[in-house]
């Protein structure tokens, strides 16, 4: 009877830990499935690797977080156990797909993420054959949600982003001409550059292009090209991995020039490895941490980096401080969204849920969220930062929306 008891004590011990570090691959053990009859399963769709894992991180932090505040919801009368379910996407549409079907596999009931519009885009079918409604973080070109009411997103979109830079680069900047550089065949970089391109040159601007393969790292044929021709300011909108690349290259080769970017831009690895060349570089983003005109933002900000200097892991995927990415808190935001569209839906099946998001209205750390008919947040405004190279940090400069 004792070694009865002793094997299936082992065999216990052997699947709790299989459960545990199954799919969790970006430290923590929030895969560890929850018990009692009632759980929802939240799937995290991110990228825990690749040229954009350091920006997937941050926003599952946010997630993380959120879900460590409130790990239960009320659903038509009962309480449920929040489950989170995370796989990697790579960064790579190809490995997006198969990931998004494990999520399905899985029995989600909504899913969060991700960082980057291309994985987004690729496993947006999925989502939607399997009927299971997706929000978006931080994937900000439209064709996310575009003729898909199972994907809505919590972020702004890269029309207005790219306006928003255009009328930056010209009003404050005083650039009357533009070189834009974007990554082939990925959809945000070439979505925003393109929407930056059609706002600058609506407003009379000049603008010269160029474009590089995904995971070049010699940038010098197409910045020697920028430096002769007659731009005032450099736009290249790119991966975490891609960017200290083209600073550090063209600070080297003695161009001076602003460089402006995107969201994606705002992440610390980039000061780390730029460095000192990571002078005159601006970029627009969701969120600032030192914003307290919204007390649910001061509120946040406080306990979130409470949460970050209380274990080792978190500070690491943070990029190694408790600075607050914009896309942590747009993680924090879109898991509380799901949360009320579970809270309102009629069970906890992926069509329910879907049928209730369209109804959110939440007052969040990055502003309100309500959607529009596209599953689009009605959001109007950015945050202007620059790289403090002396203190290793995002500055903040100004708000600005497209009317500005």
């Known amino acids: 009877m004792k070694k009865i008891i002793s094997l299936a004590a082992l065999l216990a011990m052997v699947l709790t830990f299989s459960a545990g570090c199954g799919g969790d691959t970006t430290g923590g053990d929030t895969n560890t499935p929850a018990t009692g009859d ?42 449920y156990t929040v489950e989170l379910v995370e796989v990697d996407n790579q960064s790579d549409t190809t ?20 960082y980057g519009s291309g994985v987004s885009i690729a496993a947006g079918d999925i989502f939607k054959s399997a009927e ?21 997103r919590v972020c702004f979109l890269d029309p207005f982003q790219g306006t928003v830079m255009a009328n930056y680069a010209m009003e ?57 021709s007659d731009a005032d300011v450099i736009f290249a909108p790119s991966a975490i991995a891609t960017a200290p690349l083209i600073i550090q290259q063209a600070r080297q080769m003695g161009i001076t020039m602003p460089i402006l970017a995107g969201d994606t831009w705002e992440n610390e690895s980039i000061i780390t490895n730029a460095g000192q060349h990571a002078t005159d570089v601006y970029l627009s ?13 001061a509120e946040f900000v406080g306990g979130f980096k409470e949460w970050l200097n209380a274990d080792a892991q978190n500070l690491t995927n943070n990029g190694g401080s408790d600075g607050v990415a914009a896309v942590s808190a747009l993680g924090f935001d879109a898991y509380n969204v799901a949360l009320q569209a579970l809270a309102a839906a009629a069970s906890p099946t992926g069509a329910d849920v879907q049928a209730a998001l369209p109804g959110v209205e939440y007052n969040g750390v990055t502003g309100s969220v309500t959607f529009n008919e596209n599953g689009d947040a009605n959001k109007d405004m ?12 995002f500055d903040f400069l100004k708000t600005q929306s497209v009317a500005e």
């Open 285 to 297: 983003t969701f969120f600032d941490e030192n914003d307290t005109a919204n007390p649910a933002a």
């Open 132 to 152: 299971i409604p997706a929000i978006g973080i931080s994937c900000t070109n439209p064709q996310v949600t575009l003729g898909n009411d199972y994907y809505f």
């Open 172 to 228: 404050e900047l005083g650039a009357d001409s533009a070189y834009v550089i974007t990554q082939l065949g990925d959809d945000y970089s070439s979505g925003l550059g393109n929407y930056f391109v059609q706002a600058f040159e609506g407003m009379n601007g000049t603008v010269h292009t160029a474009e590089f393969q995904t995971g070049e790292v010699d940038f010098s044929a197409i910045l020697t090209n920028a430096m002769n």
């Open 38 to 79: 009632n759980v929802v399963k939240v799937g995290i769709f991110e990228p825990a690797s690749g040229e954009n894992g350091a920006g997937g991180k941050q926003e599952v932090l946010g997630i993380r977080y959120a879900h460590s505040l409130q790990p239960t919801v009320e659903i038509a009368g009962e309480t």
């Open 382 to 393: 950015a945050y202007i930062k620059t790289i403090n190279v002396e203190t290793g940090a």
């Open 95 to 114: 490995k997006a797909v198969t990931a998004a079907q494990n999520l399905v596999n899985s029995d989600v009931s909504v899913v969060l993420g991700s």
